[in-house]
Structures are given as C-alpha cells and as structure tokens.
C-alpha cells in the first residue's frame, strides 16, 4: 500500500533528514521532494546544495518555491 507523508516546521528544525531517515526504512524507492525554500542568501544556498547532494536517485525533486 502506498502512503504519503507530509513533513511541515520551520527553517533548520530537521524536516530534511527526517525526510531522509523515514525513506530509507521503506523499501519501496519512489520518493518525492517537494523543496519550496527560495535561498535568500549564501548560507540557505549552500544547505540547498547540501540537501541535493544528499537525495539519491530514488527522489523525484519538484521545486514549487513559496513567496
């Protein structure tokens, strides 16, 4: 059975590798990320790459950036 997970909180509380540690105890490997942060600096640019850098190739990224 498929099942869907929504992870919500606030900037650097953890959603990302709480994101990761959930899908790598499944072992169905369709993960999707829905990244929404728009960097406004260097600083939330260079967690965004970390983060990319960080997903294998069983995630599909879409990036629908809030404003």
């Excluded at 099942?3 to 169905?28: F, H, N, P």
């Excluded at 942060?37 to 260079?46: A, N, Q, Y």
């Amino acid at each position: 059975m498929k099942k869907v997970v929504l992870i919500m909180g606030g900037c650097r509380s953890g959603k990302s590798r709480y994101a990761l540690e959930l899908a790598s105890q499944v072992t169905e490997k369709n993960n999707i990320f829905i990244a929404t942060l728009v960097p406004g600096d260097d600083e939330m640019k260079t967690r965004v790459q970390r983060h990319q850098k960080e997903r294998d190739q069983h995630w599909k990224t879409f990036e629908a950036p809030i404003r």
